[in-house]
């Protein structure tokens, strides 16, 4: 099978989503995709592709990892450039005859997916204390891209206006709808009614952009607009005609720090290539401040890898939002947050696959950080910074410096 790549491109061939009609029980299918571009991958790490049967979902099965004598490895076609394509390769064996079967590299979740969830949060009549959605903008093909606002709305105006903000964006990469998975579980936590979610929606105003890319998820894209852009490689610049779902963000974004402080950016993605999940921040002075929030983040998930984050700036993704959020808006705490299309190697998720489930806590975590980074009590904090001085080798006195 060859993919086809994005639209209006002629790369970005990692993403699949196929259906096989007309099956047989009993026989081995054996599968070649032949057109990856990552040289590497997590399907020599244990990873497996994702399967969906129609008969099965009638007895409430729904998507199940399968396949076997599964490998990822460069074959002999040559892309434009010299570079080389990678295959994709596992086996099969159907349960039913005439069934049909869709096999997806991670768990779909689409812009209806989206739109559906959406309502079923505004159809709770205890959202409209909680919840606004509005329509950010327009996409290229005319669909909205929107905009949530959650916070206790009926508070009293001046403590309304006093309230620190958060901003959490994600699918930015249509490929990567983990990252959808991991903002669900961030709109369920903060709408919902534990003591918990309470707490943050009257002491801060969360701006949400679940979905910056809804024209890409359309069409099938793994990395691109419809106009063949990356739209995380455009925040430095983005065009108003071109760009719509940045240009508006990055706008709302300004806008959001006239009127308040903004103590938190978080940019939601899928990563092929590591397990786990992990933070790319930024820091250009080797402090510490900026890893704090992660180390929480670490503290309260099975799955979250401090060790696997990296602080550095690298000059390729100099425009993406978290450094331009971190430079040119000001947010110290700005980060990407990396869920790993495959699962965790380490604790009690070690060697497993995450799940929808899973992927859903992940989003839980983020806000439970967020509770305990802002906590008037700050020691869950210093507990962890005193951990990581620790095994860093600082000294106190070096350790005041840095923050």
């Known amino acids: 099978m060859i993919l086809n790549p994005d639209y209006n491109t002629k790369s970005h061939t990692q993403w699949y989503f196929f259906r096989v009609g007309n099956t047989r029980r009993g026989p081995q299918y054996r599968f070649n995709i032949i057109n990856m571009v990552k040289p590497t991958s997590v399907y020599n790490e244990g990873m497996r592709p994702l399967q969906y049967s129609c008969i099965q979902a009638s007895k409430g099965i729904g998507w199940v990892r399968c396949g076997d004598r599964i490998a990822y490895y460069q074959n002999g076609l040559r892309r434009q450039k010299g570079a080389n394509y990678y295959t994709l390769t596992f086996t099969v064996t159907f349960d039913h005859d005439c069934d049909e079967v869709y096999f997806s ?3 779909p979740y689409t812009y209806s997916d989206l739109q559906w969830d959406l309502l079923a949060l505004e159809k709770d009549p205890n959202m409209v204390r909680r ?10 093909a005319g669909n909205a891209c929107d905009l949530i606002t959650i916070t206790s709305f009926c508070s009293d105006p001046v403590a309304l206006k006093a309230r620190r903000a958060v901003v959490i964006t994600a699918r930015v990469h249509p490929g990567e709808s983990n990252a959808s998975w991991v903002m669900k579980g961030i709109l369920d936590y903060l709408t919902g009614s534990s003591v918990d979610a309470r707490i943050l929606r009257d002491n801060f105003v969360f701006k949400i952009v679940p979905m910056l890319n809804p024209d890409g998820v359309i069409v099938g894209n793994y990395r ?3 106009a063949g852009q990356d739209l995380n490689r455009l925040w430095d610049e983005p065009s ?8 508006f963000t990055k706008s709302m974004f300004r806008h959001l720090l006239d009127d308040r402080e903004v103590i938190l950016f978080v940019d939601i993605h899928g990563h092929s290539r590591k397990k786990n999940v992990f933070m790319y921040g930024n820091s250009e002075s080797n402090g510490l401040r900026e890893k704090i929030f992660p180390g929480l983040l670490c503290r309260s998930s099975d799955c979250f890898s401090f060790d696997d984050c990296c602080f ?9 939002a978290r450094v331009v959020a971190y430079r040119e808006l000001g947010v110290v705490n700005s980060y ?3 869920a790993s299309f495959c699962g965790a190697d380490f604790g009690p998720l070690g060697e497993q696959h995450f799940t929808t489930r899973h992927l859903e806590e992940m989003g839980y975590m983020v806000c439970d950080a967020i ?5 008037p009590d700050q020691g869950k904090v210093w507990c962890w910074f005193g951990g990581f001085l620790l095994v860093a080798g600082h000294d106190i006195c070096t350790c005041w410096m840095m923050l």
């Open 371 to 375: 509770l305990d980074f802002c906590d």
């Open 312 to 320: 550095k700036i690298q000059k390729s993704k100099e425009s993406t």
């Open 131 to 140: 919840l606004r959605r509005r329509k950010l903008c327009d996409t290229l």
């Open 336 to 338: 990407t947050l990396e």
């Open 240 to 247: 108003r005609k071109m760009h719509p779902t940045i240009f």
């Open 224 to 226: 691109c607009s419809l």
């Open 105 to 107: 590299h991670c768990y």
